[in-house]
T-cell receptor, first 113, second 117 residues
Framework: AQSVTQLGSHVSVSEGALVLLRCNYSSSVPPYLFWYVQYPNQGLQLLLK??????LVKGINGFEAEFKKSETSFHLTKPSAHMSDAAEYFCAVGSGTASKLTFGTGTRLQVTL | DTGVSQDPRHKITKRGQNVTFRCDPI?????LYWYRQTLGQGPEFLTYFQNEAQLEKSRLLSDRFSAERPKGSFSTLEIQRTEQGDSAMYLCASSLGGGRNSGNTIYFGEGSWLTVV
């Protein structure tokens, strides 16, 4: 069985500040890990994914995430937040064949002036 | 743009009525997925197809729900005798399924909102 825990349902940062969204996973097989972003009333857009290559993964819009097996974590970071980053962020873990994804409950990122 | 397309985007229906959603995946993708998302929650897996074969169904998919992908292209998700608890966003997604450990990216559509009144 696989599961994802996202710590913090709401995160608020100032524009220009570091963004850190936390994700811990549980998987009985080597995981595939994903971060998706969802803007209001829209579907999910892939930010980045980890598929057992480099542990530091760079994604779109300046986001990156680091896979740490010892900590079972895949935290999402961005050095400098922008107002347009305000959205809901979901971490997900996939099975060996990526036939389905198990999502966390999401973290809503608020960016203030 | 040839992303995942869903129709209708919004549907309001009375309790007890049947509704059907359609999904058109990215054209070369052989895998198609349905997820359900309620307010404040992450998407939950419902079912997936590889070509026309339905390979897995979640226990969330009660007998009132049926999904089809008859020609391995578009898919429909029908909900019979709708209940207020069915109100949610139904997300369709697709991917190019490869061998084991492929880690293929799953691309999502914009979703179909269902409100049961």
């Amino acid at each position: 069985a696989q599961s994802v825990t996202q710590l913090g349902s709401h995160v608020s940062v100032s524009e220009g500040a570091l963004v850190l969204l936390r994700c811990n996973y549980s998987s009985s097989v080597p995981p595939y890990l994903f971060w998706y972003v969802q803007y209001p009333n829209q579907g999910l857009q892939l930010l980045l994914k980890y598929t057992s290559a480099a542990t530091l993964v760079k994604g779109i819009n300046g986001f990156e995430a680091e896979f740490k097996k010892s900590e079972t974590s895949f935290h999402l970071t961005k050095p400098s937040a922008h107002m347009s980053d305000a959205a809901e962020y979901f971490c997900a873990v996939g099975s060996g064949t990526a036939s389905k994804l198990t999502f966390g409950t999401g973290t809503r990122l608020q960016v203030t002036l | 743009d040839t992303g995942v397309s869903q129709d209708p985007r919004h549907k309001i229906t009375k309790r007890g009525q049947n509704v059907t959603f359609r999904c058109d995946p990215i054209s070369e993708h052989n895998r198609l997925y349905w997820y359900r998302q309620t307010l404040g929650q992450g998407p939950e897996f419902l079912t997936y197809f590889q070509n026309e074969a339905q390979l897995e169904k979640s226990r969330l998919l009660s007998d009132r729900f049926s999904a089809e992908r008859p020609k391995g292209s578009f898919s429909t998700l029908e909900i019979q005798r709708t209940e207020q608890g069915d109100s949610a966003m139904y997300l369709c997604a697709s991917s190019l399924g490869g061998g084991r450990n492929s880690g293929n990216t799953i691309y999502f559509g914009e979703g179909s909102w269902l409100t049961v009144v």
